[in-house]
């Protein structure tokens, strides 16, 4: 397995776009990189919906997880809903759910990628503490809003990160709207604009531009 860099997309509150913008990002990317997503969302790991993955992940002969080839695209699926049944919730404790996090990394086949993305679930819970302790992540980028209770909780995993020596990015104002005032923040990289195609669309995402998270990304990697 080779993996050149590894992103983690986080918030501190759901609900802000954070798995359809990484599900996003690597897409566009995928058409001149090699890119894995770990689905590490065990409230809602949904990846698989926005990516119109229909297949399931099976374990191979060697007995490691097989990653789930989206598309034509050069990018792989290896997500958490791989240990739940499609109806399931994740009602893990702990260290049910850090063995799980460590597995579903550690064992994916991924083969040689040029960029993994993890898709973290919202918050800064256990799955935070098992990721930047067990998985080499390169840096994070956060996905935020306007709103008062995202920033506030988004301020709290900006200092988790800090803590925890783990690069912060940049931020993805997501929902922006040209009558309302834009973060004034200059760790935002790019801005979303709000639209009910956007905030319903799967893949393959057709319509969206994010070409300055892109060469943001490239550039922070030093990915070319």
């Known amino acids: ?44 790991p949904n990846q698989a919906i926005l990516l119109d993955v229909q297949a399931k992940q099976v374990m191979t002969n060697d007995g490691l997880i097989q990653p789930i080839k989206v598309g034509d695209l050069n990018m792989y699926l290896s997500t958490i809903a791989f240990f ?34 993890i898709d973290m679930p919202p918050g800064t819970g256990d799955a935070y503490l098992t990721c930047f302790k067990y998985f080499n992540v390169d840096g994070c980028i956060m996905i935020t809003s306007n709103s008062p209770l995202t920033l506030a909780d988004n301020f709290k995993t900006k200092n988790l990160l800090k803590k925890l020596n783990i690069p912060f990015l940049g931020s993805i104002e997501n929902m922006y709207k040209e009558n309302q005032d834009s973060l004034q923040d200059d760790s ?23 070409e300055n998270l892109l060469e943001a990304t490239e550039k922070l990697l030093i990915l070319k």
Request: net charge positive; no cysteine.
């Open 188 to 210: 935002v990289i790019d801005r979303i604009e709000y639209n009910e195609t956007f905030n319903s669309s799967i893949f393959p995402f057709t319509d969206i531009d994010l």
């Open 1 to 44: 397995m080779s993996i050149k860099k590894t992103i983690a997309v986080v918030s501190g509150k759901g609900g802000v776009g954070k798995s359809t913008i990484t599900a996003l990002l690597a897409t566009k990317m995928s058409r001149f990189l090699n890119i894995g997503i770990l689905d590490a969302d065990i409230y809602g």
């Open 84 to 117: 739940l049944k499609s109806d399931e919730a994740a009602i893990w404790r702990g260290p049910m759910l850090s063995a799980n996090l460590k597995k579903l990394y550690s064992n994916t086949k991924w083969g040689s990628l040029d960029l993994l993305l």
